[in-house]
T-cell receptor, first 115, second 114 residues
Framework: DGGITQSPKYLFRKEGQNVTLSCEQN?????MYWYRQDPGQGLRLIYY???????QKGDIAEGYSVSREKKESFPLTVTSAQKNPTAFYLC??????????????FGPGTRLLVL | DAKTTQPPSMDCAEGRAANLPCNHS???????VYWYRQIHSQGPQYIIH???NNETNEMASLIITEDRKSSTLILPHATLRDTAVYYC???????????????FGKGTMLLVSP
């Protein structure tokens, strides 16, 4: 079955530690996205990528980094510079970024908790 | 960027139609209206989208007013599994990079009860 997988489902981070969230898609989509969701809030865009080796900052990129070395993979690193990392992180993809009619497909999410 | 306004919560009895309103008075002529829903602790799920005509699929119907300033998502026979947060989104226009993204607000929490 085609889709987006995220791992792990739950992740615990110690103070000052970097952690990496995995996102893989087998939909052959060009564009991928990372969102953060806080309790009772909507989704906020962290980073997005149109194509391999290219990515752009979203609305709340500070304290995060990404890479796009392969089309199917878009890992997100939450660095120690992110002072409030506890949140639900969602990865998504679309065939491309250019079309106004394209729907986003979401992964199941990773919940990050700071110890 | 066009923004949307939705009621924070709504209730619906199981088996009845759920009508979820959305205001998007600043929508541009080429921007589509999208609806997604999110069941607790899961990723959002696409429901339907439209530009100016009413749309229907196996999940729902989308009614867009003639002036495109508002729309209504209709779940014709709501079930308990339809309990979720429903997001009305207007596709943000392409920025300097030529890319466009979705902007999610807080949505409407729909509670379907027996």
């Amino acid at each position: 079955d085609g889709g987006i997988t995220q791992s792990p489902k739950y992740l615990f981070r110690k103070e000052g530690q970097n952690v990496t969230l995995s996102c893989e898609q087998n939909l052959n989509h060009d564009a991928m996205y990372w969102y953060r969701q806080d309790p009772g809030q909507g989704l906020r865009l962290i980073y997005y990528s149109q194509i391999v080796n290219d990515f752009q900052k979203g609305d709340i990129a500070e304290g995060y980094s990404v890479s796009r070395e392969k089309k199917e993979s878009f890992p997100l690193t939450v660095t120690s510079a992110q002072k409030n990392p506890t949140a639900f992180y969602l990865c998504a993809s679309t065939p491309s970024l250019a079309g106004l009619q394209e729907t986003q497909y979401f992964g199941p999410g990773t919940r990050l908790l700071v110890l | 960027d066009a923004k949307t306004t939705q009621p924070p919560s709504m209730d619906c009895a199981e088996g009845r139609a759920a009508n979820l309103p959305c205001n998007h008075s600043t929508i541009s002529g080429n921007e589509y209206v999208y609806w997604y829903r999110q069941i607790h602790s899961q990723g959002p799920q696409y429901i339907i989208h439209g530009l100016k005509n009413n749309e229907t699929n196996e999940m729902a119907s989308l009614i867009i007013t003639e002036d495109r300033k508002s729309s209504t998502l209709i779940l014709p026979h709501a079930t308990l599994r339809d309990t979720a947060v429903y997001y009305c989104i207007v596709r943000v226009g392409a920025g300097y990079s030529g890319y466009s993204t979705l902007t999610f607000g807080k949505g409407t929490m729909l509670l379907v009860s027996p």
